[in-house]
Nanobody, 124 residues
Framework: QVQLLESGGGLVQAGGSLRLSCAAS????????MGWFRQAPGKERELVSA????????YYEDSVKGRFTISRDDAKNTVYLQMNSLKPEDTADYYC?????????????????WGQGTQVTVSS
């Protein structure tokens, strides 16, 4: 069973950058589509970005387009989310997720595997 471990969260000022990492262990991440979700206090969880098997397709939620970049390094079993020009409204717990099918993440928001999450706080 693949396990996902996020890292890279923290406190940053508005306009700053963070890079989140999601390392997969116990399996081969290259077999999965991967995604990043986030959940802010009092709000529903939302899909931020996703990347398909081999990175052929990507998805970005409208509010992060042009600021966030998802990528994957299958040799390292790791997926990244580069977050630039961060805004206070990006503050949330960010979760890595994996699924066999890209559409399961993008359309159904129902990935098979979840990480524990990493907290991102953007101060104004």
């Amino acid at each position: 069973q693949v396990q996902l471990l996020e890292s890279g969260g923290g406190l940053v000022q508005a306009g700053g950058s963070l890079r989140l990492s999601c390392a997969a262990s116990g399996g081969t991440a290259s077999n999965y589509a991967m995604g990043w979700f986030r959940q802010a206090p009092g709000k529903e969880r939302e899909l931020v970005s996703a990347i398909s098997w081999r990175g052929v397709s990507t998805y970005y939620e409208d509010s992060v387009k042009g600021r966030f970049t998802i990528s994957r390094d299958d040799a390292k079993n790791t997926v990244y989310l580069q977050m630039n020009s961060l805004k206070p409204e990006d503050t949330a717990d960010y979760y890595c997720a994996a699924s066999n099918l890209f559409r399961t993440i993008v359309s159904d928001h129902a990935p098979r595997l979840w990480g524990q999450g990493t907290q991102v706080t953007v101060s104004s």
